[in-house]
């Protein structure tokens, strides 16, 4: 997690993000102390916490979303990523990394495509089933597919890429439309068109023996979707959303979720209305 220095309304992400709305206020005072709350939250429940600082200049308004600029897998692989945000670009911190976590073995920089236009931005932009080797993609501003393409294909990976919509235009990231953890997967399958599609990515995740947890587009926009799913320190499944997202769900969903793991609720409002993003984008998995 990277502890914000400086964050604030990023009005280049807004023009992709129909999540983001500006607020009046100390907004940096107020998601710093969500910020602190939750690593609080996470540490009681078991969840190992590495805290990167962010650096005040430049301004960088998302950097507590450390998810969009770098993921790590298995085996000691790093992959850095090209943000379609210019003020995200500087979040990138690769030295940083390399000191927290000795175990890096090999570096994969596609930050330089930015430049190219050609954008992707990390786990916001691929959900990684590491277990089935397949990615799941859906296409916008800021999901390029054929430089998707290319990093599954670097990483031995299949690419399983769709399209889904929300007021009127692409969802910027596909980790608000789906996540995955064992034995269930969460999927907004009213934002995918067309109905072929939503059959066919449902399918795709019972084949991974799944159970596909359905919410609706106004569930989504509440979060319901963004969640993680991590192991405690006793091994056990949990999975981190927002309390917005969790309190969205209905009675019987919850229980269909907790049936795979306890859930770590994040009162975290003024970072998913300010920034357009939530549980899942604050954290980025070790590997």
């Not at 962010?54 to 943000?83: C, E, I, R």
Request: hydrophobic share 40%; aromatic share 8%; with cysteine.
């Amino acid at each position: 997690m990277v502890r914000p220095c400086r964050f604030g309304f990023n009005p280049e992400t807004a023009e992709s993000n129909a999540f983001q709305r500006p607020v009046e206020g100390d907004t940096q005072s107020l998601a710093l102390a969500e910020f602190d709350a939750v690593v609080s939250v996470l540490r009681t429940a078991g969840i190992t916490v590495h805290i990167l600082e962010d650096t005040p200049q430049p301004p960088k308004p998302d950097a507590l979303f450390p998810n969009n600029w770098f993921s790590m897998h298995p085996h000691g692989t790093l992959v850095l990523y090209p943000m379609l945000s210019s003020f995200r670009r500087s979040e990138v911190r690769e030295d940083a990394l390399l000191q927290m976590f000795p175990h890096i073995q090999r570096t994969i920089d596609l930050s330089l495509y930015a430049s190219a236009d050609r954008f992707l931005e990390g786990t916001g932009s691929l959900i990684f089933d590491h277990e089935s080797r397949i990615a799941f993609a859906a296409e916008s501003p800021r999901t390029n597919a054929g430089l998707a393409q290319e990093l599954c294909a670097k990483l031995g990976y299949e690419l399983v890429l769709f399209s889904a919509t929300y007021a009127g235009q692409p969802i910027y990231h596909t980790n608000v439309v789906l996540s995955l953890g064992e034995g269930i997967a969460i999927l907004a399958t009213e934002t995918l068109d067309p109905q072929q599609q939503r059959r066919e990515i449902v399918e795709r995740l019972a084949q991974s023996d799944r159970e596909v947890l359905e919410i609706s587009k106004a569930q989504m926009g509440c979060f319901g979707a963004n969640v993680l799913a991590l192991k405690d320190c006793h091994g056990n499944q949990v999975f981190v959303i927002s309390q917005t997202g969790l309190d969205s769900m209905s009675d019987e969903q919850v229980k269909r979720l907790r049936h795979f793991g306890a859930t770590i609720p994040l009162k975290i409002p003024t970072i998913e209305t300010v920034g357009g993003g939530s549980a899942r984008c604050m954290l980025a998995e070790i590997w």
